[in-house]
């Protein structure tokens, strides 16, 4: 599995964008780049994943690195409930996921 | 679609006693995995199924673990002469497909522990 390295914490204001990022430097050309959050007292939530090209859906937004050793969750307009622990998994499939310590994202209103 | 749902959300006993946990994942999910999380830490991969049949264990699934999933439905988890160790969040996910991308959906877990 490829080693990632995110910030143990990150703040922002609610309604302000926020980015979080994720280095993989280790990442191997079929690993796609998962990203999961888990919100206080539940369960892990799917965000969003892509291999090379940058990825939009409803939730936020994922930008890779041409060089792939790098990405970043992308999230427009952070509300309260956004405030979680944000966790990048590369990974050549979403079926054995390891997840890492994560990043703690608090929003501040 | 309401949800992965594990039974209990509680679970407190004493050391080397049984415990045995349940899963009902997302109807016509054919995919089902356990995890554990310890406080702190990110949830670790314990197992996995297709359908009825377990293809993947981690080593951290001793053999006092053993998991479950008759007829490709609900899924259990027992833990045989538990161990303070054993103390931890138990996660239950499913997902739905064969593709290798299909995201989990993740149950809120059952918190195991340990006297």
């Known amino acids: 599995d490829a080693k990632t390295t995110q910030p143990n914490s990150m703040e922002s204001n609610e309604e302000e964008p926020v980015h979080l990022p994720c280095n993989h430097s280790t990442i191997s050309g079929t690993d796609y780049i998962h990203w999961y959050r888990q919100l206080p007292s539940q369960g892990p939530e799917y965000v969003i994943h892509?291999?090379?090209s940058n990825v939009n859906n409803r939730m936020a937004s994922l930008a890779i690195a041409e060089d792939r050793k790098s990405s970043t969750l992308i999230l427009h307009r952070a509300t309260l409930r956004d405030a979680a622990v944000y966790y990048c998994i590369p990974g050549p499939s979403n079926y054995k996921l390891t997840f890492g310590k994560g990043t703690l994202l608090t929003v501040n209103p | 679609d309401t949800g992965v749902s594990q039974d209990p959300r509680h679970k407190i006993t004493k050391r080397g006693q049984n415990v045995t946990f349940r899963c009902d994942p997302i109807?016509?999910?054919?995919?089902l995995y356990w995890y554990r999380q310890t406080l702190g830490q990110g949830p670790e991969f314990l197992t996995y199924f297709q359908n009825e049949a377990q293809l993947e264990k981690s080593r951290l699934l001793s053999d006092r673990f053993s998991a479950e999933r008759p007829k490709g439905s609900f899924s259990t988890l027992e833990i045989q002469r538990t161990e303070q160790g054993d103390s931890a969040m138990y996660l239950c996910?499913?997902?739905f497909g064969t593709g290798l991308h299909q995201p989990q959906h993740f149950g809120d877990g059952t918190r195991l522990s340990i006297l």
């Open positions: 996910a499913s997902s």
């Open positions: 109807s016509e999910h054919n995919r």
């Open positions: 892509g291999l090379t």
